[in-house]
């Protein structure tokens, strides 16, 4: 109760103006930076951290934490504006928010998406400072075993919710997979499938691969599609564009329910406790979880906005679940906090249990800040802006689209500082051109990605300490518990909701 009692009295530090000007200013560049395609909010962070060097530290962590939740939140802008996630956890945005552009109803997709986010972050915010230390202890619960199997009930999950579609999504996340294999052994000190080249040694970087297959092969499909895209764009451009659009009618927020944004963001909050998880998984498994409770699960994918509520809920509650191990036992839950961790080793404190209560007043204003973000600045600055975000389609689409690939070019460049991993990223942009034009989902391929060398180094792991026993991951409970709900998860999404309608309407 102290240490919450801290945190409601930081926010008096925010009517200090530098300080709220840090707070404000870290909040809109990384709405800026995630909205971009290949300059995400980590980028921002790291090219902002020499300046939290002339900073005290409490006010560059809360700078930190206002740049983190702009990162999440930014990323569906152009997620849902003209399909391209400016960040991988707005992955699943994309499949609702986009369609929902197309209908003319792109404003009340950026306003159910700033809502799910405002729930999601202030929700995680607030789970992070009641309950962090034990929900800390419970993640430790998971062993090796364990997050092999989290990790492949992921990947399992997100290729049956492609509903009447999965022997393709599999495919594509078996791609991914076999991608993520390229360059230096998980375990041992030697190459694969490099076949020679030196610049394959350390494997395709992410970024390309993210650059690749959204914003390389999005322009790509659009070029193919140019007239058609252009009469889109020239009627939405027509469409009167009025602050109060962007804000959802109670009678679609009572839609989707108290219970979908309570849930997302639970869910999105324990995957963002454990290691290396982030907010792609959150939203991922949010999305499927949605999918599978839905009474009209075909509606998703085609502009349902309740798609959108889970996954923004859950991406934003991945901010306060992430920052637990981070606080708690120095671990980073994703690559922003362990730039965090950094602010916090160089102004020597160190990470640890006794944080909370040993240095708990140099934490209290970050997440004070964390509450602020989630409640003030999300819903702010899409009211004073988000006439300016939805005017993205009227923007030329020789144009808007030529900024992307350039943008598009830099980002893998400034990401890796490699032009060979720049021209990774071409290359992953025309081979998911060409998926996507067979009816392949390439978000199940960047999932494999993601997952795959955690998913590799954990199964041999395992397998290592059982002496090559795969039983193991039926006799550790925490690998059971996943293996079951894997099993819920594919009986009600691949089996029973077939059965319900095996009549197709062709």
Same mark, same amino acid.
């Given at each position: ?161 492609? /509903?009447?579609?999965?022997?393709? &999504?599999?495919?594509? *996340?078996? @791609?991914? $997979? #076999?991608?993520?294999? =390229? +360059?230096?052994? !998980?375990?041992?000190?030697?190459? /694969?499938?490099?076949?020679?080249? &030196?610049?394959?040694? *350390?494997? @395709?970087? $992410? #970024?390309?691969?993210? =650059? +690749?297959?959204? !914003? ?291």
């Amino acid at each position: 109760m102290e240490f919450i009692s801290l945190v409601g009295g930081s926010f008096a530090m925010l009517l200090d103006p530098l300080i709220l000007v840090y707070v404000v200013a870290g909040f809109l560049i990384g709405t800026i930076f995630a909205s971009i395609p290949g300059l995400t909010a980590t980028l921002a962070l790291a090219l902002l951290l020499p300046l939290t060097y002339s900073l005290d530290v409490t006010t560059a962590l809360m700078a930190c934490a206002s740049i983190y939740m702009a990162g999440m939140t930014g990323g569906s802008i152009t997620a849902t504006t003209i399909n391209i996630p400016g960040a991988p956890s707005s992955m699943m945005t994309a499949l609702d928010g986009y369609p929902m552009q197309l209908q003319g109803k792109g404003a009340l997709a950026l306003g159910h998406a700033a809502l799910g986010s405002m729930v999601g972050g202030a929700l995680g915010a607030i789970l992070l400072i009641a309950i962090a230390p034990f929900v800390a202890e419970a993640s430790l619960l998971v062993k090796t075993t364990g997050k092999f199997s989290l990790l492949a009930f992921a990947i399992v999950v997100i290729v049956i919710a492609q /509903r009447g579609n999965m022997v393709k &999504a599999g495919m594509a *996340a078996c @791609i991914g $997979l #076999m991608l993520s294999t =390229i +360059g230096l052994d !998980a375990m041992e000190p030697i190459t /694969r499938f490099t076949f020679g080249m &030196a610049d394959l040694t *350390a494997g @395709i970087d $992410l #970024m390309p691969v993210i =650059i +690749g297959t959204f !914003a390389i092969s999005e322009i790509l499909m659009q070029a193919s599609l140019a007239v058609d895209s252009n009469k889109t764009a020239e009627a939405l451009s027509k469409v009167t564009i009025r602050r109060r659009d962007f804000i959802p009618p109670l009678s679609a927020i009572r839609e989707i329910g108290v219970v979908c944004y309570v849930k997302s963001s639970l869910i999105g909050y324990f995957v963002g406790t454990l290691p290396g998880a982030g907010g792609s998984m959150g939203s991922f498994l949010a999305y499927a979880e949605t999918v599978r409770t839905s009474s009209n699960p075909e509606s998703f994918g085609k502009g349902n906005p309740k798609g959108i509520a889970a996954s923004e809920s859950a991406n934003n509650a991945v901010c306060g679940g992430a920052l637990v191990p981070m606080l708690t036992f120095g671990i980073p839950g994703d690559p922003i906090t362990a730039i965090m961790l950094g602010v916090l080793v160089i102004n020597g404190i160190q990470p640890g249990p006794q944080l909370m209560s040993g240095q708990a007043d140099l934490i209290a204003p970050m997440l004070a800040s964390l509450v602020f973000s989630a409640l003030v600045l999300i819903p702010l600055t899409l009211f004073l802006l988000g006439p300016y975000f939805i005017k993205i389609v009227s923007i030329r689409k020789d144009v808007l689209y030529g900024v992307i690939a350039l943008l598009a070019v830099v980002g893998s460049y400034v990401a890796t500082y490699s032009t060979f991993q720049m021209i990774m990223a071409l290359v992953m942009g025309v081979l998911a051109y060409y998926l996507r034009k067979d009816g392949f989902p390439v978000i199940t391929l960047l999932l494999g990605f993601i997952l795959g060398p955690n998913l590799e180094e954990f199964l041999r792991r395992s397998l290592a300490l059982s002496n090559g026993n795969p039983l193991t991951f039926f006799t550790n409970l925490d690998s059971l518990f996943f293996i079951i709900l894997t099993l819920i998860f594919v009986y009600f999404l691949a089996i029973k909701e077939p059965l319900k309608s095996p009549v197709s309407d062709g």
